[in-house]
C-alpha cells in the first residue's frame, strides 16, 4: 500500500489526512527524517510558507525534502505547498528558500491580502466539471518552463500546475468533501 506523507510542520494537515482516508490511501503525518523516508509520495499543506521553510530548516528538513523531491517523490503543494514546490519565488520573506522542483516562478501572496481572500469554480484539465477553488492570500504563477503544464488558471494567471510526477494548486482543495484533485494527484503522479 502507498503511503501519503503530509508535512505536519504547519496548515492544512488534518483536512489533506481526511481526504487521503476518505480515498482509502495510508496518510501520515511528517515531521522528522525517519518518517519523510517512510513515505512513497508527499503533500505539501497549505498555510504559511515562511512559516514552514523556517520550520523546516530548524527541524533539518529541508535538505531531505529537497533530495526526496528531486530524486522522484511524488509531491502535491498546495496553496503555500505550492510556493514551497516552485525553483524561482518572487515576494518572498527575505532570505525565504523554497524546496524547488517545479520550473517555474511563483509569486507569493499574489491574490492579496487575507480580506482578499475569494472562492471560485474552476475547469481543472483531467476532471470533468468544476472544482470549487478557496484562495486564501493564495499565490499565482508567473512563469512555467516548458515541462509544466498548466492545469487551471483564474484571470490569466495559472492556479494549478503539473510536471512529471510533481502537482501544485493555489488554491486549497483540501478544505471541502470533493476530493477529485487529490485523486488526480494519485492516478497521474504516483
Do not use: Y
Not at 9 to 27: N, P, Y
Not at 118 to 147: K, Y
Not at 162 to 183: C, G, I, K, W, Y
Amino acid at each position: 500500500m502507498t503511503t501519503v506523507g503530509v508535512l505536519a510542520l504547519q496548515g492544512d494537515v488534518r483536512e489533506h489526512l481526511a481526504a487521503l482516508d476518505r480515498l482509502g490511501v495510508k496518510g501520515t503525518s511528517v515531521r522528522r527524517r525517519e518518517e519523510l523516508d517512510a513515505c512513497d509520495a508527499l503533500v505539501l499543506p497549505g498555510g504559511e510558507s515562511t512559516a514552514m521553510w523556517r520550520l523546516a530548516r530548524t527541524f533539518e528538513l529541508l535538505d531531505p525534502l529537497r533530495e526526496r523531491v528531486r530524486g522522484g517523490m511524488p509531491t502535491l503543494g498546495t496553496c503555500a505547498g505550492m510556493v514551497l514546490l516552485a525553483d524561482r519565488l518572487l515576494d518572498g520573506a527575505e532570505g525565504q528558500e523554497t524546496i524547488g522542483g517545479l520550473d517555474m516562478t511563483v509569486r507569493r501572496n499574489a491574490f492579496g491580502r487575507q480580506t482578499e481572500s475569494f472562492e471560485t469554480d474552476l475547469e481543472v484539465a483531467g476532471l470533468e466539471g468544476t472544482v470549487h477553488g478557496v484562495f486564501i492570500r493564495a499565490p499565482w504563477v508567473e512563469e512555467v518552463g516548458s515541462g509544466v503544464e498548466v492545469l487551471a488558471s483564474v484571470d490569466g494567471h495559472p492556479v494549478g500546475v503539473r510536471q512529471d510526477q510533481l502537482m501544485a494548486t493555489s488554491f486549497h482543495p483540501e478544505v471541502n468533501a470533493d476530493d477529485r484533485l487529490h485523486r488526480l494527484f494519485l492516478d497521474t503522479c504516483c
